[in-house]
């Protein structure tokens, strides 16, 4: 008698369990004590999709319609893949480089009273820098642990998994101001609908509003939370790094969504976002500073000029409101402000990287060989 489709499937999911245990055997039995959660995590994680391959493979799932089976199968199979792809080359393949960049980041989350766990950093990242929340695993490029201007955005991906976790009671202040930005954003869009209804504004930005009342719910007020948390502990560096990558990389300062949602706001934005930020904390004259490279910087583009419809996407009272409750959020969640007389090791080598480089460019190489030598020592 012929095999059938299930047949397959039950041999398939003896196979994924197979896969779930060598997977286990491949988590190293000698790694510090910053890896020791993602550890746990995994193992579990591990353990528990074990179990349903060899379930499903037994015979478990035969009671379910078909179409049940093969989604059932199907998200066994994405749990593991992403235990394969995001958890495991974290523990698997951890270099000398990963483990630097781990307790560098354990040191950042001791600093500015992290509320959660850190995460554990693996250089493996095609992307630039990103976080995983489920397995508080950050990805950074290959080299970057060997520089100093680019790691302000540790705080940025820092910021992500405390958005990312619904029900921790400690970060309910994070969550709460995080849903007044949304709801304001979703009133203040409204507004305009209305008012094309009402024949006050062309309907052309109808359009445009409703793309950005998603935007903003979607991914834009995150960005901006980010934003501001990582200006809040760090302080001016995170302003000049943003900068910086703005500099390298062949983006319009003051895009919009016109062709439909983005997942980032506009630089621009996110600069003005930043430097309230800088002004809340007392940082009045490097806010100045780097408003006054932006503007040189912007100014050099193909584009500098800046549309209606930014204006229309990123309303000022609205950023305005982000930064106060991003900023509220942060403090009321126990972190350590970066005022100008904040303490921390790697909040003030970060910061001082950028003060050297602005006085002294010729010779900031070596200053920065020396400080990030300094930064990694045991």
């Given at each position: 008698?012929?095999?059938?489709?299930?047949?397959?499937?039950?041999?398939?999911?003896?196979?994924?369990?197979?896969?779930?245990?060598i997977l286990l055997s491949k988590i190293p039995r000698s790694l510090s004590s910053e890896y020791q959660g993602l550890v746990a995590?995994?193992?579990?994680?591990?353990?528990?999709?074990?179990?349903?391959?060899?379930?499903?493979?037994?015979?478990?799932?035969?009671?379910?319609?078909?179409?049940?089976?093969?989604?059932?199968?199907?998200?066994?199979?994405?749990?593991?893949?992403?235990?394969?792809?995001?958890?495991?080359?974290?523990?698997?393949?951890?270099?000398?480089?990963?483990?630097?960049?781990?307790?560098?980041?354990?040191?950042?989350?001791?600093?500015?009273?992290?509320?959660?766990?850190?995460?554990?950093?693996?250089?493996?990242?095609?992307?630039?820098?990103?976080?995983?929340?489920?397995?508080?695993?950050?990805?950074?490029?290959?080299?970057?642990?060997?520089?100093?201007?680019?790691?302000?955005?540790?705080?940025?991906?820092?910021?992500?998994?405390?958005?990312?976790?619904?029900?921790?009671?400690?970060?309910?202040?994070?969550?709460?101001?995080?849903?007044?930005?949304?709801?304001?954003?979703?009133?203040?869009?409204?507004?305009?609908?209305?008012?094309?209804?009402?024949?006050?504004?062309?309907?052309?930005?109808?359009?445009?509003?409703?793309?950005?009342?998603?935007?903003?719910?979607?991914?834009?007020?995150?960005?901006?939370?980010?934003?501001?948390?990582?200006?809040?502990?760090?302080?001016?560096?995170?302003?000049?790094?943003?900068?910086?990558?703005?500099?390298?990389?062949?983006?319009?300062?003051?895009?919009?969504?016109?062709?439909?949602?983005?997942s980032h706001p506009a630089d621009s934005a996110r600069m003005t976002a930043i430097a309230l930020t800088l002004r809340k904390l007392?940082?009045?004259?490097?806010?100045?500073?780097?408003?006054?490279?932006?503007?040189?910087?912007?100014?050099?583009?193909?584009?500098?000029?800046?549309?209606?419809?930014?204006?229309?996407?990123?309303?000022?009272?609205?950023?305005?409101?982000?930064?106060?409750?991003?900023?509220?959020?942060?403090?009321?969640?126990?972190?350590?402000?970066?005022?100008?007389?904040?303490?921390?090791?790697?909040?003030?080598?970060?910061?001082?990287?950028?003060?050297?480089?602005?006085?002294?460019?010729?010779?900031?190489?070596?200053?920065?060989?020396?400080?990030?030598?300094?930064?990694?020592?045991?």
């Open positions: 008698m012929a095999s059938t489709l299930d047949d397959f499937l039950e041999v398939t999911a003896g196979q994924m369990a197979e896969r779930g245990r995590t995994t193992r579990d994680r591990l353990k528990t999709n074990i179990t349903r391959f060899s379930e499903f493979a037994g015979g478990s799932a035969r009671n379910f319609s078909a179409s049940v089976r093969q989604r059932l199968f199907r998200r066994h199979v994405d749990d593991l893949d992403l235990i394969e792809y995001i958890a495991l080359p974290a523990l698997h393949r951890a270099t000398e480089d990963d483990r630097r960049l781990t307790s560098l980041v354990a040191r950042i989350c001791r600093e500015i009273s992290y509320p959660l766990p850190a995460p554990v950093v693996t250089a493996l990242s095609m992307s630039y820098f990103g976080i995983d929340p489920m397995f508080h695993v950050m990805r950074v490029p290959l080299t970057e642990g060997n520089f100093l201007l680019h790691l302000p955005d540790l705080y940025h991906e820092l910021a992500h998994p405390l958005l990312a976790d619904e029900h921790d009671p400690t970060l309910e202040p994070f969550r709460k101001r995080f849903r007044r930005v949304i709801d304001a954003s979703t009133r203040h869009f409204a507004g305009d609908v209305s008012a094309v209804m009402r024949g006050k504004i062309p309907p052309d930005l109808a359009k445009l509003s409703v793309t950005a009342e998603y935007c903003w719910a979607e991914s834009w007020t995150t960005e901006f939370f980010c934003d501001v948390f990582a200006a809040a502990t760090l302080g001016p560096a995170f302003a000049w790094a943003h900068l910086h990558l703005h500099s390298k990389r062949p983006r319009q300062p003051f895009g919009f969504p016109g062709l439909g949602p983005t007392g940082h009045e004259q490097d806010a100045v500073a780097v408003e006054a490279r932006w503007t040189e910087l912007v100014n050099r583009g193909a584009d500098p000029q800046c549309p209606p419809e930014y204006h229309r996407c990123y309303p000022e009272q609205l950023v305005e409101a982000c930064v106060t409750e991003a900023f509220e959020a942060t403090r009321e969640i126990g972190c350590s402000l970066a005022v100008p007389e904040a303490a921390g090791t790697v909040r003030a080598t970060l910061n001082q990287a950028w003060v050297e480089m602005w006085r002294e460019p010729a010779r900031y190489l070596d200053w920065e060989r020396e400080a990030v030598g300094r930064l990694h020592a045991p």
